[in-house]
């Protein structure tokens, strides 16, 4: 299968902080990647639908100023939570889409960034 | 509106007996069923995927879904449960080949010795 990497794994940063998560398909590009947020012992949400080169698309709820997206590359989809809040202490995963598999394509996804807001 | 389920929270199997973790979906166009794991504190693993055809569907690890579009339903399934199956797993489906994958709520799977 594709592999997708996340840095960091995990990060712990002061309230009102910025913090980068990378994620990046290490042997295939990736058109479209996900976001995802995952609260303990609950499902995952999505978060945002990145598209390289244009905007990332939100799901409803989600504050596109607080959680910025930026997808430069085929290889690389980055999220930024800016002026971090407690409350923002999440499991942050990302997936990509692997291109040429048709209707059925799959998403892979990468092994999840712990973020601990203090 | 479009929705797959997993009515259980926790699924407790001796090592050896067979185990089910159950799926239902909503009905809406032609979906595609996933199952996935996810091992503490990392991401999803891919098991396996049902689109079209056989209703049986294998895949990693010796697990196995099977289709049923009468009851909706997409079971994960293994004949001999390890140990090192104990995970949480979630069911996912997709309705068309543009919208988004939907996760149900997850099953922790545990695999008593």
């Known amino acids: 299968g594709a592999v997708v990497s996340q840095h960091p794994s995990w990060v712990i940063c002061k309230s009102g902080t910025s913090v980068k998560i990378e994620c990046r398909s290490l042997d295939f590009q990736a058109t479209t990647m996900f976001w995802y947020r995952q609260f303990p012992k609950q499902s995952l949400m999505l978060m945002a639908t990145?598209?390289?080169?244009?905007?990332?698309?939100?799901e409803q709820g989600v504050e596109k100023d607080k959680f910025l997206i930026n997808h430069a590359s085929l290889t690389l989809s980055t999220l930024t939570v800016t002026s971090a809040h407690p409350e923002d202490s999440s499991f942050y995963i990302c997936s990509a889409r692997k291109p040429g598999t048709g209707p059925t394509y799959e998403q892979y996804f990468g092994p999840g960034t712990r973020l601990t807001v203090t | 509106a479009q929705s797959v389920a997993q009515p259980e929270d926790q699924v407790n199997v001796a090592e050896g007996n067979p185990l089910t973790v159950k799926c239902t979906y909503s009905?809406?166009?032609?979906?595609?069923l996933f199952w996935y794991v996810q091992y503490p504190n990392r991401g999803l693993q891919f098991l396996l995927k049902?689109?079209?055809?056989?209703?049986l569907v294998k895949g990693s690890y010796g697990f196995e879904a099977e289709f049923n579009k009468s009851q909706t339903s997409f079971h994960l399934k293994k004949p001999s449960a390890l140990v090192s199956d104990s995970a949480l797993y979630f069911c996912?489906?997709?309705?068309?080949?543009?919208?988004?994958?939907?996760f149900g709520s997850g099953t922790r799977l545990s695999i008593r010795p």
């Open positions: 996912a489906v997709r309705y068309s080949s543009a919208s988004k994958i939907i």
């Open positions: 049902y689109i079209t055809g056989d209703n």
């Open positions: 009905v809406s166009g032609n979906p595609y």
């Open positions: 990145s598209n390289e080169g244009s905007k990332a698309t939100y």
